[in-house]
Every structure is written in structure tokens, then in C-alpha cells.
């Protein structure tokens, strides 16, 4: 008796762990297909954050760093952590978002090394370059824009993240260059928060208005305010020149439309497709900062996705049914004006 004792409690002593299986169990088709990303960039993501989700190897409940980084990658690509990721990782649902949250945290915190704004002579000469090349507009160091990421009601301050569609939001702001990676992110203002109002209190005027000013200047819509640093098109064009102007411009800013799809297609989390976020807007920030990191990694690793068009058109559709043009306003600076009309001569030469 006393030996089947002993055998009974050695037994509940000898937890058994379910395999945890991680991105290096996929193929790379699989590996694309589920978590958007190569292995090698997965691979590049472990290193990157293996200093901060190192765990104690001592305690017997401490779960890999490839396997809280292949469970954040899983909810990103799918908006969920349900069944699917639960039969990847192998872990529960509280483990789960344990592992988002750390792996959320780490890559914000590298996003200075993989979102650089050219500030220095030598990358602002490579972004104008690139521009003009690709789209033939001289002077441009990136194309503005912003977009809506919808979550739960907060529990605080809620009717500011109500946009204009009644739904709940936070409104983000991106800078991007002519391959579509992302050199600027300001996420910090909710859904009914205006594009000029957030450009206005980002950093963004601070690097252009700074002494020297940069040699340069960004693209923006119609919800922005015309100035010498910001080209925006004309209201109520009157010439073929400025329609001119107007079309290459609409032409050259469609990179910003496109990478706004491409982040949100290869992403499900930042579209309503796959799902309301159910975080706080702090969380959703982070989570949108987070994989605007994955995204410029995937672009560095040449992993390109493909771009249904029919869901590009429709993420355009939404994202301008949520645009609140700019007032009509003739007193632009003088400056600005000038600028553009410059800019405007400058095109029709080289068409």
C-alpha cells in the first residue's frame, strides 16, 4: 500500500506539458501565410528580442522566446488569439496575451532603429531621389497621410474616439517613402481628431521649421494646411497647369493609400476584418507602432506581399469615408504659395 502511495503522488508530481510548437515547425509558405513574415525575419525578431523575453530556465512554466514570438505574430496576422494560435503555441489564451504584450512592448521600444525619418543630407538626397525617380516629383521626403484603427469604447474620455462614421478609433498619423517603408508614426490622438491637428502637434513641423530647415518637402491631401515644407493640391484648380499639378500629385501620393493596404492586409489586427481590437487605445497605439516595425523588418527581408486590389480599394473607400478635408482658405502663407506655383512650372517642364 504504502508503495502505490508513493507511486501516485511521484505521478501528480510529473507534469506533463503539452509540445509548443513555433514558426520553425512551419515551411516558409506557412511561415508567410500565417505569421506574414520569413522565418528569417522571425528568426531576426527572436534575436532582436531575446534579451527582453528571456525567461528564468530554471522554472519549469517559462515559455520560449519563439514561442511568445510566434504567438504576437499569429494575433497581428489574424486580429485573434483564439483556436488558431492556441494550437500553434500550445499555450492558454492568458499566456497568450502575456506574450503579446511583452513581445508588443519590446518592439516599440526598437522602433527608433527601424522608423528613421531622413534628417541627415545623405538620406534626404536618397528619399528625393527615389521619388523622382518612381514618380518623376522632384523635392518630395515623404508622402503624409493618416489612418483609423477601430477598438472598443474606452472606458474613459470616450465620445472624443468616436469619428465621424460613429464608430470608435484612434487616428494615426504615417510618414512613408517611395518603397512604401515607413519613416514616421505618431499614434496618439483618437478617432475624431483632426489629420492637420495631429500633424500640428507631432514633431514633424519642429524637423522642418528647424535651423537649417530641411531641404525637402512632404505630400499631403486635402486635410492638410499648404506650406513651403507640406505641398498639398490645389482646391479649385483654375489652370491645366495646376490640374496638371493636381493629377502627378495624386499620382506620387498614392504610396501613402498603398502602404496603409499593404499594413493592413498583411496585419488583420488594423482592420475591422479582423476584428474591434478589445484594448485600451494605449494598447492599440502599440500594437499599430508595433507592427509598423514588422512592417519595414518584412521590407528590409524583401518579403513582399501581394496587393489584392479589390480589398486596396475598399480600405481607400473606408479611409475616405473617414477624411475631413481642409476649410477652404486663400490665405495660405505667401511662401507656400509661391513654392507650389514654382513646383507647379517645374512639372509641366518635365512632362
Not at 505569421?35 to 525567461?55: K, S, Y
Not at 506581399?305 to 486596396?312: A, F, N, R, S
Amino acid at each position: 500500500m504504502e508503495y502505490v502511495l508513493g507511486q501516485r503522488i511521484r505521478r501528480r508530481r510529473e507534469s506533463v506539458y503539452r509540445p509548443r510548437q513555433t514558426y520553425l515547425s512551419l515551411s516558409e509558405e506557412e511561415c508567410i501565410r500565417k505569421l506574414r513574415l520569413t522565418r528569417q525575419a522571425v528568426t531576426d525578431i527572436c534575436h532582436l528580442l531575446a534579451d527582453e523575453l528571456g525567461t528564468d530556465a530554471q522554472c519549469p512554466y517559462a515559455f520560449p522566446v519563439a514561442v511568445k514570438v510566434t504567438a504576437a505574430l499569429h494575433f497581428y496576422a489574424s486580429g485573434s488569439f483564439q483556436h488558431p494560435l492556441s494550437s500553434i503555441g500550445g499555450i492558454s489564451q492568458s499566456a497568450i496575451s502575456s506574450a503579446i504584450h511583452a513581445v508588443t512592448s519590446g518592439l516599440v521600444r526598437h522602433a527608433g532603429e527601424y522608423i528613421k525619418f531622413p534628417v541627415t543630407p545623405d538620406n534626404q538626397e536618397r528619399a528625393k531621389q527615389a521619388f523622382c525617380a518612381k514618380y518623376g516629383f522632384p523635392g518630395v521626403l515623404g508622402v503624409i497621410d493618416c489612418t483609423h484603427v477601430q477598438l472598443r469604447a474606452p472606458s474613459e474620455n470616450a465620445l472624443v474616439y468616436i469619428n465621424r462614421k460613429g464608430t470608435y478609433s484612434i487616428n494615426v498619423q504615417v510618414i512613408c517613402d517611395a518603397y512604401s517603408k515607413i519613416t514616421h508614426v505618431f499614434a496618439n490622438y483618437p478617432g475624431s481628431s483632426h489629420d492637420s491637428f495631429i500633424l500640428a502637434n507631432s514633431t514633424i513641423p519642429a524637423i522642418f521649421e528647424g535651423n537649417p530647415p530641411l531641404d525637402g518637402w512632404l505630400l499631403g491631401d486635402n486635410g492638410y494646411p499648404l506650406k513651403t515644407w507640406l505641398m498639398t493640391p490645389y482646391l479649385m484648380p483654375a489652370t491645366i497647369r495646376e490640374m496638371q499639378f493636381n493629377r502627378k500629385h495624386t499620382q506620387t501620393r498614392c504610396v501613402i493609400e498603398r502602404t496603409f493596404g499593404i499594413l493592413k492586409m498583411r496585419f488583420r489586427c488594423l482592420d475591422r476584418s479582423g476584428g474591434t481590437l478589445q484594448y485600451s487605445p494605449q494598447k492599440v497605439a502599440a500594437f499599430f507602432v508595433a507592427c509598423c516595425v514588422l512592417h519595414n523588418i518584412s521590407i528590409n527581408q524583401g518579403c513582399v506581399v501581394d496587393i489584392d486590389e479589390e480589398i486596396l480599394e475598399d480600405l481607400r473607400r473606408r479611409d475616405g469615408e473617414l477624411h475631413v478635408p481642409m476649410p477652404l482658405n486663400p490665405n495660405s502663407p505667401a511662401a507656400a504659395r509661391e513654392r507650389r506655383a514654382y513646383l507647379t512650372e517645374e512639372l509641366l517642364h518635365r512632362l
